[in-house]
Nanobody, 123 residues
Framework: QVQVVESGGGLVQAGGSLRLSCAASTRTFTNYAMAWFRQAPGKEREFVAAISRTGTATYYGNSVKGRFTISRDNAKNTAYLQMNNLKPEDTAVYYC????????????????WGQGTQVTVSS
């Protein structure tokens, strides 16, 4: 069982930046691809970004390409999501997920999920 805990959410003005962190409680962090999803009120969960076990491959949803960057520090068992040039439409609960499969855009690839952290972008 792997626990993932997100942090770093908050309220920011449009055009601002936030960095989310995702800490995983496992001794085998490098066995897991990591991903971020988000869900806005009344909308389906949306893929944001994913990163491979070694960090050499990254994937992004079309709505965040060029603005968000996913990374990981395997020595700290932590994944990150740097969010720049935030827009009001980025407002959502952001979830971190870990999966033993190859990284991808489907939520079904990920086995362990955090409770989420709220990101609110004001206009």
């Amino acid at each position: 069982q792997v626990q993932v805990v997100e942090s770093g959410g908050g309220l920011v003005q449009a055009g601002g930046s936030l960095r989310l962190s995702c800490a995983a409680s496992t001794r085998t962090f490098t066995n897991y691809a990591m991903a971020w999803f988000r869900q806005a009120p009344g909308k389906e969960r949306e893929f944001v970004a994913a990163i491979s076990r070694t960090g050499t491959a990254t994937y992004y949803g079309n709505s965040v390409k060029g603005r968000f960057t996913i990374s990981r520090d395997n020595a700290k068992n932590t994944a990150y999501l740097q969010m720049n040039n935030l827009k009001p439409e980025d407002t959502a609960v952001y979830y971190c997920a870990a999966g033993r499969s190859i990284p991808g855009t489907s939520a079904g690839l990920y086995d362990y999920w955090g409770q989420g952290t709220q990101v609110t972008v004001s206009s």
